[in-house]
Protein backbone atom coordinates (compact mmCIF):
# COMPACT_ATOMS: atom_id res chain seq x y z
CA UNK A 1 0.00 0.00 0.00
CA UNK A 2 1.81 3.35 -0.73
CA UNK A 3 1.90 5.85 1.98
CA UNK A 4 -0.64 8.87 1.92
CA UNK A 5 2.09 11.33 0.95
CA UNK A 6 2.74 9.06 -2.16
CA UNK A 7 -1.01 8.72 -3.10
CA UNK A 8 -1.20 12.66 -2.87
CA UNK A 9 1.39 13.15 -5.03
CA UNK A 10 0.51 10.24 -8.10
CA UNK A 11 -0.09 12.31 -11.42
CA UNK A 12 -3.28 13.05 -12.45
CA UNK A 13 -4.87 10.54 -15.53
CA UNK A 14 -4.85 12.87 -18.69
CA UNK A 15 -7.92 13.91 -20.47
CA UNK A 16 -8.77 11.42 -24.25
CA UNK A 17 -8.65 14.96 -25.94
CA UNK A 18 -5.56 16.35 -23.81
CA UNK A 19 -4.17 12.93 -24.55
CA UNK A 20 -5.02 12.85 -28.58
CA UNK A 21 -3.26 16.72 -28.63
CA UNK A 22 -0.74 15.69 -26.61
CA UNK A 23 -0.31 12.66 -29.64
CA UNK A 24 -0.58 14.83 -32.29
CA UNK A 25 1.72 17.29 -30.88
CA UNK A 26 4.27 14.73 -30.15
CA UNK A 27 3.57 13.08 -33.63
CA UNK A 28 4.49 16.77 -35.56
CA UNK A 29 6.65 18.35 -33.11
CA UNK A 30 8.41 15.62 -30.83
CA UNK A 31 11.34 15.27 -30.31
CA UNK A 32 11.69 11.72 -30.22
CA UNK A 33 9.55 11.11 -33.11
CA UNK A 34 11.01 9.73 -36.05
CA UNK A 35 11.29 12.32 -39.10
CA UNK A 36 9.64 9.91 -41.23
CA UNK A 37 6.12 9.50 -38.89
CA UNK A 38 6.25 13.07 -38.68
CA UNK A 39 6.07 14.29 -42.19
CA UNK A 40 3.49 11.84 -42.90
CA UNK A 41 1.38 13.44 -39.68
CA UNK A 42 1.64 16.36 -41.06
CA UNK A 43 0.63 15.66 -44.48
CA UNK A 44 -2.15 13.74 -43.46
CA UNK A 45 -3.68 16.55 -41.32
CA UNK A 46 -3.11 18.98 -44.76
CA UNK A 47 -5.07 16.37 -46.08
CA UNK A 48 -7.84 16.43 -43.68
CA UNK A 49 -8.61 20.23 -43.86
CA UNK A 50 -8.94 20.05 -47.67
CA UNK A 51 -10.94 17.51 -47.61
CA UNK A 52 -13.12 18.79 -45.00
CA UNK A 53 -12.78 22.19 -47.18
CA UNK A 54 -14.10 20.59 -50.60
CA UNK A 55 -16.38 18.43 -48.96
CA UNK A 56 -18.78 21.87 -47.86
CA UNK A 57 -18.54 23.02 -51.41
CA UNK A 58 -19.47 19.74 -52.86
CA UNK A 59 -22.54 19.69 -50.40
CA UNK A 60 -23.46 22.75 -51.70
CA UNK A 61 -23.29 22.43 -55.27
CA UNK A 62 -25.51 19.31 -54.23
CA UNK A 63 -28.00 21.65 -52.87
CA UNK A 64 -27.67 23.89 -55.84
CA UNK A 65 -28.48 21.10 -58.11
CA UNK A 66 -31.10 18.97 -56.40
CA UNK A 67 -32.88 21.77 -54.11
CA UNK A 68 -35.03 24.31 -56.20
CA UNK A 69 -32.45 26.92 -57.31
CA UNK A 70 -35.32 29.21 -57.61
CA UNK A 71 -35.73 29.55 -53.61
CA UNK A 72 -32.30 31.13 -54.12
CA UNK A 73 -33.35 33.36 -57.34
CA UNK A 74 -36.47 33.95 -55.71
CA UNK A 75 -34.64 35.46 -52.92
CA UNK A 76 -32.73 37.89 -54.86
CA UNK A 77 -36.07 38.73 -56.83
CA UNK A 78 -38.07 39.45 -53.66
CA UNK A 79 -35.03 41.57 -52.38
CA UNK A 80 -35.28 43.49 -55.90
CA UNK A 81 -38.94 43.73 -55.62
CA UNK A 82 -38.63 45.64 -52.33
CA UNK A 83 -35.69 47.59 -53.54
CA UNK A 84 -37.59 48.72 -56.30
CA UNK A 85 -40.10 50.86 -53.61
CA UNK A 86 -41.23 54.47 -54.24
CA UNK A 87 -42.20 56.97 -51.86
CA UNK A 88 -45.75 58.55 -52.25
CA UNK A 89 -46.01 61.75 -53.97
CA UNK A 90 -48.44 64.36 -52.53
CA UNK A 91 -49.80 67.48 -53.81
CA UNK A 92 -49.52 70.77 -51.69
CA UNK A 93 -52.26 69.79 -49.79
CA UNK A 94 -51.09 66.40 -48.61
CA UNK A 95 -52.92 64.57 -51.39
CA UNK A 96 -51.97 61.08 -52.69
CA UNK A 97 -50.57 61.77 -56.60
CA UNK A 98 -48.80 58.71 -56.83
CA UNK A 99 -48.16 55.45 -54.32
CA UNK A 100 -47.14 52.19 -54.80
CA UNK A 101 -49.87 48.83 -54.54
CA UNK A 102 -48.70 45.14 -54.26
CA UNK A 103 -49.02 43.08 -57.17
CA UNK A 104 -48.65 39.33 -57.99
CA UNK A 105 -46.55 38.49 -61.17
CA UNK A 106 -46.24 35.23 -62.77
CA UNK A 107 -42.96 33.24 -62.59
CA UNK A 108 -41.59 29.75 -63.61
CA UNK A 109 -39.18 27.33 -63.22
CA UNK A 110 -38.25 25.86 -66.18
CA UNK A 111 -36.33 23.07 -64.99
CA UNK A 112 -38.81 21.72 -62.63
CA UNK A 113 -41.50 21.81 -65.26
CA UNK A 114 -42.91 18.26 -66.04
CA UNK A 115 -44.62 18.68 -69.04
CA UNK A 116 -44.04 22.16 -71.39
CA UNK A 117 -46.90 21.71 -73.12
CA UNK A 118 -49.49 21.37 -70.87
CA UNK A 119 -48.26 24.13 -69.02
CA UNK A 120 -48.26 26.47 -72.01
CA UNK A 121 -52.24 24.88 -72.63
CA UNK A 122 -53.07 25.73 -69.01
CA UNK A 123 -51.60 29.34 -68.54
CA UNK A 124 -52.72 30.44 -72.20
CA UNK A 125 -56.24 29.72 -71.23
CA UNK A 126 -56.32 31.69 -68.24
CA UNK A 127 -53.77 34.54 -70.12
CA UNK A 128 -55.13 35.12 -73.30
CA UNK A 129 -53.20 37.83 -73.78
CA UNK A 130 -49.94 36.13 -74.01
CA UNK A 131 -48.33 34.78 -76.63
CA UNK A 132 -48.16 31.10 -76.80
CA UNK A 133 -45.23 30.28 -78.87
CA UNK A 134 -43.13 33.17 -77.23
CA UNK A 135 -44.74 31.21 -73.55
CA UNK A 136 -43.71 27.72 -74.49
CA UNK A 137 -40.06 29.00 -75.46
CA UNK A 138 -39.76 30.62 -71.85
CA UNK A 139 -40.64 27.55 -70.38
CA UNK A 140 -38.69 25.25 -72.69
CA UNK A 141 -35.62 27.31 -71.78
CA UNK A 142 -34.44 24.99 -68.98
CA UNK A 143 -33.23 28.02 -67.03
CA UNK A 144 -33.83 28.21 -63.06
CA UNK A 145 -35.73 31.41 -63.23
CA UNK A 146 -37.71 33.19 -65.64
CA UNK A 147 -40.44 35.63 -65.65
CA UNK A 148 -44.00 34.98 -67.47
CA UNK A 149 -46.07 38.08 -67.15
CA UNK A 150 -45.56 40.80 -64.21
CA UNK A 151 -48.65 42.77 -62.95
CA UNK A 152 -51.42 39.82 -62.88
CA UNK A 153 -54.87 39.92 -61.30
CA UNK A 154 -55.70 39.04 -58.39
CA UNK A 155 -58.62 36.55 -60.33
CA UNK A 156 -55.68 35.40 -62.81
CA UNK A 157 -53.49 34.20 -59.72
CA UNK A 158 -56.25 31.99 -58.15
CA UNK A 159 -57.00 30.45 -61.51
CA UNK A 160 -53.04 29.54 -61.99
CA UNK A 161 -53.07 28.36 -58.36
CA UNK A 162 -55.63 26.19 -59.05
CA UNK A 163 -54.12 24.52 -61.96
CA UNK A 164 -51.27 22.90 -59.58
CA UNK A 165 -48.73 23.56 -61.98
CA UNK A 166 -45.24 22.44 -60.38
CA UNK A 167 -42.73 25.09 -61.57
CA UNK A 168 -44.54 27.71 -61.87
CA UNK A 169 -45.18 30.62 -58.82
CA UNK A 170 -45.82 34.25 -58.03
CA UNK A 171 -43.84 37.06 -56.21
CA UNK A 172 -45.36 40.18 -54.89
CA UNK A 173 -44.18 43.38 -56.96
CA UNK A 174 -43.99 46.95 -56.06
CA UNK A 175 -46.49 48.67 -58.61
CA UNK A 176 -46.88 52.15 -59.03
CA UNK A 177 -50.56 53.76 -58.74
CA UNK A 178 -51.92 56.56 -59.92
CA UNK A 179 -55.12 57.09 -58.42
CA UNK A 180 -56.16 60.71 -60.76
CA UNK A 181 -55.27 59.07 -63.59
CA UNK A 182 -54.22 61.70 -66.12
CA UNK A 183 -55.15 64.48 -64.12
CA UNK A 184 -51.63 65.34 -63.46
CA UNK A 185 -49.46 63.27 -66.16
CA UNK A 186 -47.24 65.25 -67.32
CA UNK A 187 -46.50 66.55 -64.39
CA UNK A 188 -45.66 63.86 -62.38
CA UNK A 189 -44.75 61.54 -65.23
CA UNK A 190 -44.73 57.80 -64.58
CA UNK A 191 -42.53 54.52 -64.05
CA UNK A 192 -41.47 51.77 -66.17
CA UNK A 193 -42.01 47.70 -65.40
CA UNK A 194 -39.72 47.62 -62.98
CA UNK A 195 -41.00 50.44 -60.81
CA UNK A 196 -38.35 52.91 -61.96
CA UNK A 197 -39.04 56.48 -63.13
CA UNK A 198 -38.89 57.55 -66.75
CA UNK A 199 -40.64 60.74 -66.95
CA UNK A 200 -42.13 64.18 -65.49
CA UNK A 201 -41.56 63.86 -61.49
CA UNK A 202 -40.68 60.43 -61.05
CA UNK A 203 -37.88 60.40 -63.31
CA UNK A 204 -36.58 63.38 -60.86
CA UNK A 205 -36.93 60.81 -58.30
CA UNK A 206 -34.87 58.54 -59.42
CA UNK A 207 -32.12 61.40 -60.22
CA UNK A 208 -31.81 62.48 -57.03
CA UNK A 209 -31.06 59.64 -54.39
CA UNK A 210 -33.74 57.23 -54.85
CA UNK A 211 -31.42 55.22 -57.59
CA UNK A 212 -28.71 54.93 -55.28
CA UNK A 213 -31.06 53.93 -52.08
CA UNK A 214 -32.57 51.13 -54.49
CA UNK A 215 -28.64 49.91 -54.86
CA UNK A 216 -27.88 50.12 -51.36
CA UNK A 217 -30.71 47.86 -50.29
CA UNK A 218 -32.29 50.94 -48.43
CA UNK A 219 -35.27 51.74 -50.31
CA UNK A 220 -38.04 49.94 -49.14
CA UNK A 221 -41.66 50.94 -47.97
CA UNK A 222 -41.25 52.07 -44.58
CA UNK A 223 -38.21 53.81 -44.65
CA UNK A 224 -39.23 56.48 -47.33
CA UNK A 225 -40.82 59.79 -46.08
CA UNK A 226 -43.45 61.10 -48.92
CA UNK A 227 -42.42 64.13 -51.47
CA UNK A 228 -44.62 67.17 -51.45
CA UNK A 229 -45.30 69.06 -54.84
CA UNK A 230 -46.23 72.11 -55.46
CA UNK A 231 -49.47 71.55 -57.38
CA UNK A 232 -53.00 71.59 -55.84
CA UNK A 233 -54.76 69.26 -56.99
CA UNK A 234 -58.30 71.09 -57.12
CA UNK A 235 -56.61 73.95 -59.11
CA UNK A 236 -55.16 71.41 -61.46
CA UNK A 237 -58.41 69.43 -61.95
CA UNK A 238 -60.28 72.79 -62.71
CA UNK A 239 -57.35 74.05 -65.03
CA UNK A 240 -58.05 70.72 -66.87
CA UNK A 241 -61.51 71.40 -66.96
CA UNK A 242 -61.87 74.51 -68.84
CA UNK A 243 -59.58 73.25 -70.92
CA UNK A 244 -61.33 70.42 -72.00
CA UNK A 245 -64.11 72.76 -72.56
CA UNK A 246 -62.16 74.93 -74.82
CA UNK A 247 -60.63 72.44 -76.59
CA UNK A 248 -64.44 71.59 -77.96
CA UNK A 249 -65.62 75.10 -77.69
CA UNK A 250 -63.42 76.29 -80.09
CA UNK A 251 -62.32 73.07 -81.63
CA UNK A 252 -58.43 73.06 -81.04
CA UNK A 253 -55.69 70.29 -82.05
CA UNK A 254 -53.95 70.94 -78.64
CA UNK A 255 -54.65 73.19 -75.12
CA UNK A 256 -52.39 74.07 -72.22
CA UNK A 257 -52.21 75.95 -69.27
CA UNK A 258 -50.51 76.76 -65.99
CA UNK A 259 -50.54 78.59 -63.04
CA UNK A 260 -47.53 79.95 -61.00
CA UNK A 261 -46.91 81.72 -57.85
CA UNK A 262 -45.41 84.84 -58.41
CA UNK A 263 -43.06 85.61 -55.65
CA UNK A 264 -41.96 81.77 -55.25
CA UNK A 265 -41.71 80.35 -58.72
CA UNK A 266 -44.11 77.23 -57.64
CA UNK A 267 -46.11 75.77 -60.02
CA UNK A 268 -49.45 75.04 -58.66
CA UNK A 269 -51.03 73.63 -61.26
CA UNK A 270 -50.03 72.33 -65.33
CA UNK A 271 -52.12 71.03 -68.18
CA UNK A 272 -51.46 69.92 -71.49
CA UNK A 273 -53.71 68.40 -73.94
CA UNK A 274 -54.08 66.19 -74.87
CA UNK A 275 -52.76 64.46 -72.10
CA UNK A 276 -52.59 60.50 -71.13
CA UNK A 277 -52.96 58.10 -67.88
CA UNK A 278 -49.54 56.91 -66.34
CA UNK A 279 -51.14 53.93 -65.59
CA UNK A 280 -50.72 53.39 -68.88
CA UNK A 281 -47.62 54.88 -69.92
CA UNK A 282 -47.41 53.56 -73.38
CA UNK A 283 -50.08 56.22 -74.39
CA UNK A 284 -47.65 58.71 -73.36
CA UNK A 285 -45.35 57.65 -76.58
CA UNK A 286 -48.25 59.59 -78.92
CA UNK A 287 -45.97 62.45 -80.06
CA UNK A 288 -49.30 64.91 -80.06
CA UNK A 289 -49.42 64.21 -76.04
CA UNK A 290 -46.04 66.01 -75.70
CA UNK A 291 -46.19 68.24 -72.77
CA UNK A 292 -46.23 71.81 -74.36
CA UNK A 293 -45.62 73.91 -70.95
CA UNK A 294 -42.03 72.57 -70.63
CA UNK A 295 -41.33 70.68 -74.14
CA UNK A 296 -42.90 72.52 -76.82
CA UNK A 297 -41.22 76.31 -78.07
CA UNK A 298 -43.94 78.49 -79.75
CA UNK A 299 -43.85 81.94 -80.75
CA UNK A 300 -45.85 83.61 -78.52
CA UNK A 301 -47.14 86.36 -80.48
CA UNK A 302 -47.79 90.37 -78.01
CA UNK A 303 -47.50 88.22 -75.22
CA UNK A 304 -43.58 89.36 -75.56
CA UNK A 305 -45.09 92.97 -75.71
CA UNK A 306 -44.65 92.96 -72.64
CA UNK A 307 -41.15 92.06 -72.37
CA UNK A 308 -40.59 94.89 -74.63
CA UNK A 309 -42.20 97.55 -72.82
CA UNK A 310 -40.63 96.37 -69.90
CA UNK A 311 -37.21 96.67 -71.54
CA UNK A 312 -38.18 100.15 -72.73
CA UNK A 313 -39.49 101.01 -69.58
CA UNK A 314 -36.70 100.05 -67.15
CA UNK A 315 -33.68 101.51 -69.48
CA UNK A 316 -35.10 104.63 -68.14
CA UNK A 317 -35.12 106.12 -71.46
CA UNK A 318 -38.97 105.32 -72.15
CA UNK A 319 -41.56 106.82 -70.30
CA UNK A 320 -45.59 105.71 -70.01
CA UNK A 321 -46.08 108.85 -71.55
CA UNK A 322 -43.59 108.76 -74.31
CA UNK A 323 -44.82 108.18 -78.18
CA UNK A 324 -44.20 106.32 -80.75
CA UNK A 325 -45.10 106.69 -84.32
CA UNK A 326 -47.76 104.42 -85.58
CA UNK A 327 -49.53 106.19 -88.26
CA UNK A 328 -48.65 104.40 -90.89
CA UNK A 329 -47.43 100.31 -91.90
CA UNK A 330 -43.57 99.95 -90.94
CA UNK A 331 -41.96 98.90 -93.96
CA UNK A 332 -38.25 96.71 -93.12
CA UNK A 333 -37.00 95.63 -96.32
CA UNK A 334 -39.60 93.33 -98.16
CA UNK A 335 -41.75 93.16 -95.18
CA UNK A 336 -44.49 95.47 -93.92
CA UNK A 337 -45.84 95.58 -90.61
CA UNK A 338 -49.38 96.67 -90.00
CA UNK A 339 -51.39 96.68 -86.90
CA UNK A 340 -54.60 94.27 -86.10
CA UNK A 341 -56.70 97.19 -84.24
CA UNK A 342 -54.74 100.30 -86.41
CA UNK A 343 -55.13 103.88 -85.00
CA UNK A 344 -53.54 105.49 -87.69
CA UNK A 345 -51.51 107.67 -85.30
CA UNK A 346 -48.48 108.19 -82.81
CA UNK A 347 -49.54 106.20 -79.78
CA UNK A 348 -48.46 106.31 -75.83
CA UNK A 349 -46.50 103.06 -74.03
CA UNK A 350 -50.38 102.71 -72.57
CA UNK A 351 -51.84 102.83 -75.97
CA UNK A 352 -49.04 100.43 -77.81
CA UNK A 353 -49.98 97.91 -74.99
CA UNK A 354 -54.26 98.10 -74.99
CA UNK A 355 -54.31 98.39 -78.98
CA UNK A 356 -51.32 95.58 -78.74
CA UNK A 357 -49.96 97.50 -81.73
CA UNK A 358 -46.93 95.95 -83.37
CA UNK A 359 -45.71 98.83 -85.21
CA UNK A 360 -45.15 100.77 -82.34
CA UNK A 361 -43.62 97.92 -80.24
CA UNK A 362 -40.86 97.67 -83.13
CA UNK A 363 -40.19 100.95 -83.23
CA UNK A 364 -39.60 100.53 -79.74
CA UNK A 365 -37.29 98.10 -79.65
CA UNK A 366 -35.65 99.53 -82.91
CA UNK A 367 -35.23 102.74 -80.66
CA UNK A 368 -33.39 100.74 -78.03
CA UNK A 369 -31.37 98.85 -80.51
CA UNK A 370 -30.64 95.05 -81.50
CA UNK A 371 -28.29 94.35 -78.61
CA UNK A 372 -29.79 96.23 -76.00
CA UNK A 373 -32.97 93.85 -77.29
CA UNK A 374 -30.32 90.25 -77.07
CA UNK A 375 -29.04 91.60 -73.86
CA UNK A 376 -32.18 92.68 -72.00
CA UNK A 377 -34.07 89.19 -73.44
CA UNK A 378 -31.22 87.09 -72.02
CA UNK A 379 -30.71 88.75 -69.09
CA UNK A 380 -34.90 87.19 -68.77
CA UNK A 381 -33.87 84.07 -69.37
CA UNK A 382 -35.53 83.53 -72.75
CA UNK A 383 -32.70 83.04 -75.27
CA UNK A 384 -31.24 79.62 -72.76
CA UNK A 385 -32.99 76.62 -72.02
CA UNK A 386 -34.98 76.43 -68.77
CA UNK A 387 -33.93 73.93 -66.13
CA UNK A 388 -36.25 72.78 -63.88
CA UNK A 389 -36.81 69.53 -61.95
CA UNK A 390 -38.68 67.87 -65.13
CA UNK A 391 -36.04 66.53 -67.51
CA UNK A 392 -38.65 66.62 -70.12
CA UNK A 393 -37.18 70.42 -71.57
CA UNK A 394 -36.23 72.59 -74.95
CA UNK A 395 -34.37 74.77 -76.06
CA UNK A 396 -35.28 77.93 -76.98
CA UNK A 397 -34.83 78.69 -81.61
CA UNK A 398 -32.93 81.89 -81.43
CA UNK A 399 -32.00 83.05 -84.60
CA UNK A 400 -28.25 82.44 -85.89
CA UNK A 401 -28.04 85.56 -87.08
CA UNK A 402 -29.53 88.67 -85.09
CA UNK A 403 -30.55 91.55 -87.35
CA UNK A 404 -33.02 94.59 -86.75
CA UNK A 405 -35.24 92.61 -88.85
CA UNK A 406 -35.45 90.17 -85.84
CA UNK A 407 -35.53 92.87 -83.73
CA UNK A 408 -38.50 94.34 -85.29
CA UNK A 409 -40.33 91.03 -85.37
CA UNK A 410 -39.27 89.60 -81.51
CA UNK A 411 -40.35 92.42 -79.88
CA UNK A 412 -43.74 91.99 -81.10
CA UNK A 413 -43.54 87.60 -80.63
CA UNK A 414 -42.61 86.32 -83.94
CA UNK A 415 -39.10 84.63 -85.14
CA UNK A 416 -38.53 83.80 -81.50
CA UNK A 417 -39.65 80.53 -80.32
CA UNK A 418 -39.84 79.53 -76.38
CA UNK A 419 -41.35 77.40 -73.90
CA UNK A 420 -44.48 79.08 -72.14
CA UNK A 421 -42.75 77.91 -68.99
CA UNK A 422 -39.65 79.95 -69.20
CA UNK A 423 -42.08 82.79 -70.85
CA UNK A 424 -44.05 82.66 -67.36
CA UNK A 425 -41.00 83.19 -65.67
CA UNK A 426 -40.25 86.28 -66.91
CA UNK A 427 -43.50 88.10 -67.16
CA UNK A 428 -43.80 86.70 -63.04
CA UNK A 429 -40.57 89.00 -62.96
CA UNK A 430 -41.70 91.99 -64.50
CA UNK A 431 -44.72 91.84 -61.65
CA UNK A 432 -43.51 90.75 -58.51
CA UNK A 433 -41.14 93.69 -57.99
CA UNK A 434 -38.50 92.70 -60.90
CA UNK A 435 -37.52 89.17 -59.06
CA UNK A 436 -36.54 86.61 -61.69
CA UNK A 437 -37.24 83.04 -59.71
CA UNK A 438 -36.56 79.94 -61.27
CA UNK A 439 -39.67 77.99 -61.18
CA UNK A 440 -40.31 74.75 -59.45
CA UNK A 441 -42.65 71.55 -58.84
CA UNK A 442 -41.68 71.59 -55.46
CA UNK A 443 -43.07 73.60 -52.83
CA UNK A 444 -40.81 76.34 -51.65
CA UNK A 445 -41.17 78.97 -49.23
CA UNK A 446 -40.64 82.48 -50.28
CA UNK A 447 -37.50 83.35 -47.94
CA UNK A 448 -36.39 80.07 -50.44
CA UNK A 449 -37.47 81.38 -53.70
CA UNK A 450 -35.50 84.68 -52.27
CA UNK A 451 -32.16 83.43 -52.11
CA UNK A 452 -32.56 81.74 -55.44
CA UNK A 453 -34.10 85.27 -57.19
CA UNK A 454 -31.94 87.28 -59.37
CA UNK A 455 -33.12 91.25 -59.64
CA UNK A 456 -33.85 92.17 -63.28
CA UNK A 457 -35.65 95.01 -63.23
CA UNK A 458 -36.63 98.33 -61.06
CA UNK A 459 -39.31 97.64 -58.43
CA UNK A 460 -40.82 100.77 -60.24
CA UNK A 461 -40.81 99.31 -63.61
CA UNK A 462 -42.64 96.50 -62.35
CA UNK A 463 -45.41 98.59 -61.02
CA UNK A 464 -45.59 100.68 -64.10
CA UNK A 465 -45.98 97.13 -65.81
CA UNK A 466 -48.64 96.21 -63.46
CA UNK A 467 -50.60 99.25 -64.19
CA UNK A 468 -50.50 98.07 -68.01
CA UNK A 469 -51.57 94.63 -67.50
CA UNK A 470 -54.46 95.80 -65.14
CA UNK A 471 -55.54 99.05 -67.75
CA UNK A 472 -55.50 96.19 -70.89
CA UNK A 473 -58.40 94.34 -68.62
CA UNK A 474 -59.69 97.28 -67.98
CA UNK A 475 -59.88 98.93 -71.81
CA UNK A 476 -58.13 96.86 -73.48
CA UNK A 477 -58.13 93.24 -75.18
CA UNK A 478 -57.65 91.17 -71.95
CA UNK A 479 -61.30 92.80 -70.79
CA UNK A 480 -62.79 89.01 -71.21
CA UNK A 481 -60.69 88.07 -68.07
CA UNK A 482 -61.78 91.18 -65.93
CA UNK A 483 -63.54 88.87 -63.56
CA UNK A 484 -65.25 90.87 -60.95
CA UNK A 485 -63.44 91.11 -57.47
CA UNK A 486 -60.10 89.62 -58.39
CA UNK A 487 -58.62 92.95 -60.49
CA UNK A 488 -57.44 90.82 -63.01
CA UNK A 489 -54.34 91.73 -65.38
CA UNK A 490 -53.72 90.29 -68.51
CA UNK A 491 -52.20 90.33 -71.93
CA UNK A 492 -53.23 88.70 -75.03
CA UNK A 493 -51.34 86.91 -77.87
CA UNK A 494 -51.88 85.61 -81.36
CA UNK A 495 -49.19 84.14 -83.16
CA UNK A 496 -49.66 82.97 -86.72
CA UNK A 497 -48.24 79.71 -87.45
CA UNK A 498 -45.48 78.54 -89.60
CA UNK A 499 -46.74 76.04 -92.09
CA UNK A 500 -44.11 75.00 -95.04
CA UNK A 501 -42.24 77.96 -94.26
CA UNK A 502 -44.52 80.59 -94.15
CA UNK A 503 -46.82 81.81 -91.70
CA UNK A 504 -50.54 81.35 -91.86
CA UNK A 505 -53.14 83.42 -91.78
CA UNK A 506 -55.58 80.23 -90.59
CA UNK A 507 -53.14 78.58 -88.55
CA UNK A 508 -53.10 80.70 -85.00
CA UNK A 509 -51.83 79.62 -81.75
CA UNK A 510 -53.16 82.21 -79.41
CA UNK A 511 -52.06 83.02 -76.00
CA UNK A 512 -53.31 84.77 -72.27
CA UNK A 513 -51.31 85.72 -69.62
CA UNK A 514 -53.39 87.14 -66.61
CA UNK A 515 -52.26 87.86 -63.07
CA UNK A 516 -54.28 88.00 -60.28
CA UNK A 517 -54.60 90.65 -57.87
CA UNK A 518 -52.93 93.14 -60.04
CA UNK A 519 -52.16 95.61 -57.50
CA UNK A 520 -49.91 92.81 -55.59
CA UNK A 521 -49.78 89.95 -57.85
CA UNK A 522 -50.15 86.64 -56.15
CA UNK A 523 -50.36 84.35 -59.16
CA UNK A 524 -49.67 84.38 -62.84
CA UNK A 525 -51.38 82.35 -65.37
CA UNK A 526 -51.26 81.15 -69.18
CA UNK A 527 -53.38 79.53 -71.13
CA UNK A 528 -52.67 78.20 -74.93
CA UNK A 529 -55.27 76.98 -77.55
CA UNK A 530 -53.28 75.40 -80.77
CA UNK A 531 -55.43 76.68 -83.93
CA UNK A 532 -58.80 77.36 -82.35
CA UNK A 533 -61.35 77.87 -84.95
CA UNK A 534 -64.11 81.26 -85.12
CA UNK A 535 -67.39 80.19 -84.12
CA UNK A 536 -70.96 82.29 -84.49
CA UNK A 537 -70.43 83.27 -80.75
CA UNK A 538 -66.77 84.70 -81.50
CA UNK A 539 -68.77 86.16 -84.55
CA UNK A 540 -65.92 84.30 -86.46
CA UNK A 541 -63.30 85.83 -84.63
CA UNK A 542 -59.89 82.93 -83.71
CA UNK A 543 -57.83 85.68 -82.18
CA UNK A 544 -56.72 85.06 -78.32
CA UNK A 545 -59.46 87.55 -76.44
CA UNK A 546 -62.41 85.55 -78.01
CA UNK A 547 -61.12 82.04 -77.25
CA UNK A 548 -58.12 82.17 -74.97
CA UNK A 549 -58.84 85.32 -73.13
CA UNK A 550 -62.11 83.80 -72.25
CA UNK A 551 -60.92 80.63 -71.03
CA UNK A 552 -58.49 82.61 -68.63
CA UNK A 553 -61.31 84.28 -67.28
CA UNK A 554 -63.50 81.05 -66.53
CA UNK A 555 -59.91 79.67 -65.00
CA UNK A 556 -59.79 82.57 -62.65
CA UNK A 557 -63.28 82.14 -61.66
CA UNK A 558 -63.21 78.92 -60.36
CA UNK A 559 -59.36 78.87 -59.01
CA UNK A 560 -58.76 82.17 -56.99
CA UNK A 561 -61.42 81.20 -54.38
CA UNK A 562 -59.25 78.02 -54.01
CA UNK A 563 -56.11 79.56 -53.89
CA UNK A 564 -57.38 82.24 -50.71
CA UNK A 565 -58.21 85.15 -53.06
CA UNK A 566 -60.89 87.34 -51.36
CA UNK A 567 -63.05 89.16 -54.10
CA UNK A 568 -62.88 93.15 -53.61
CA UNK A 569 -65.58 94.93 -55.67
CA UNK A 570 -64.72 98.40 -54.35
CA UNK A 571 -60.95 98.47 -55.96
CA UNK A 572 -59.98 101.77 -57.83
CA UNK A 573 -59.67 102.56 -61.38
CA UNK A 574 -55.57 101.40 -62.39
CA UNK A 575 -55.53 104.91 -63.33
CA UNK A 576 -56.76 105.91 -59.76
CA UNK A 577 -54.52 103.20 -57.97
CA UNK A 578 -51.24 103.47 -59.72
CA UNK A 579 -51.01 107.09 -61.38
CA UNK A 580 -53.34 109.14 -58.87
CA UNK A 581 -55.65 109.99 -61.37
CA UNK A 582 -59.31 111.16 -60.11
CA UNK A 583 -58.17 110.62 -56.57
CA UNK A 584 -60.57 112.47 -54.04
CA UNK A 585 -58.69 114.32 -51.69
Do not use: C
Not at 110 to 135: C, F, H, K, Q, S
Not at 175 to 190: F, Q, T, W
Amino acid sequence: MPSAPEAATAPAKPAPAKRRGNLIGTLLYGRNVDRTAKARARVGLAILAFGAVYAVIAARLVMFAVAPESHFSKRGVAREAVATARPDILDRNGLVLATDVRAPSLFAEPRRLIDVDEATELLTAVLPDMDPAELRERLASRRGFVWLKREISTKQRQDIYRLGLPGVGFLAENKRVYPNSAEVSHLIGHVNIDNQGIAGMEKWLDNHGLQALHMAGLATDQQQKPVELAVDLRVQHAMRDELIWAAQKFKVKAAAGVVVDVNTGEIISMVSLPDYDPNSPQQANDPTRINRITTGVFELGSTFKALTLAMALDSGRVQLTSTFDARASLRYGKFTIHDYHAQNRFLTVPEIFTYSSNIGTARMALFMGVEYHKWFLKKMGQLDRLRTELPESAEPIVPKRWGELNTVTIAFGHGLSVAPLQAVAAISALVNGGYLIPPTFLKRSQEDAMKLAKVVIKPETSEKMRYLMRINAERGSARKADIPGYYVGGKTGTAEKVVNGRYSKTKLLTTFTAIFPSDKPRYQMMVILDEPQGIPETHGFATSAWNAGATAGRVVTRIAPMLGVEPRFDMPTADQLFLGKGKSS
